[in-house]
């Protein structure tokens, strides 16, 4: 089963991230634009319908990475259990790939980066 990451920089609705949580188990998202951005592990666990009971969680980290040449930066990133568990240095370097690939790429508003 390939691995999937998900780079979302654009203003997807709570829906959209936990339908790409779902289908990929990591998600990037940009939280600095988006109002009532803490709340949004809660709001996506809500939509994929996490509960105590069920053992599915979504797990929220910022993680600092380095992509490209530049300063490190610090990113939000959400992991579904069923799909993605997280898991400190393994998590980060993952992520640190996507995020490489998609500045190799220009950024786009979606970036689906696979392994």
């Known amino acids: 089963m390939a691995t999937k990451v998900a780079v979302i920089n654009s203003d ?6 936990a339908y790409q949580l779902k289908d990929h188990g990591t998600v990037v998202v940009d939280l600095y634009s988006r109002p009532g951005a803490h ?20 797990s929220y980290h910022q993680l600092e990475i380095w992509a490209g040449d530049d300063m490190p930066s610090w990113i939000n990133v959400l992991f579904y259990s069923p799909l993605a568990i997280y898991h ?3 998590s980060r ?3 640190e790939r996507a995020m490489t690939e998609w500045e190799r790429n220009a950024r786009p508003e979606y970036f689906l980066y696979v392994e």
């Not at 997807?12 to 991230?17: D, F, G, R, V």
């Not at 996490?50 to 979504?58: E, H, L, N």
């Open 88 to 90: 400190p240095r393994a």
């Open 12 to 17: 997807l609705s709570t829906t959209e991230i």
């Open 93 to 95: 370097d993952l992520v």
């Open 39 to 58: 709340m949004l592990r809660e709001h996506v666990s809500a939509e994929l319908g996490c509960s105590g009971s069920t053992g599915d969680s979504v």
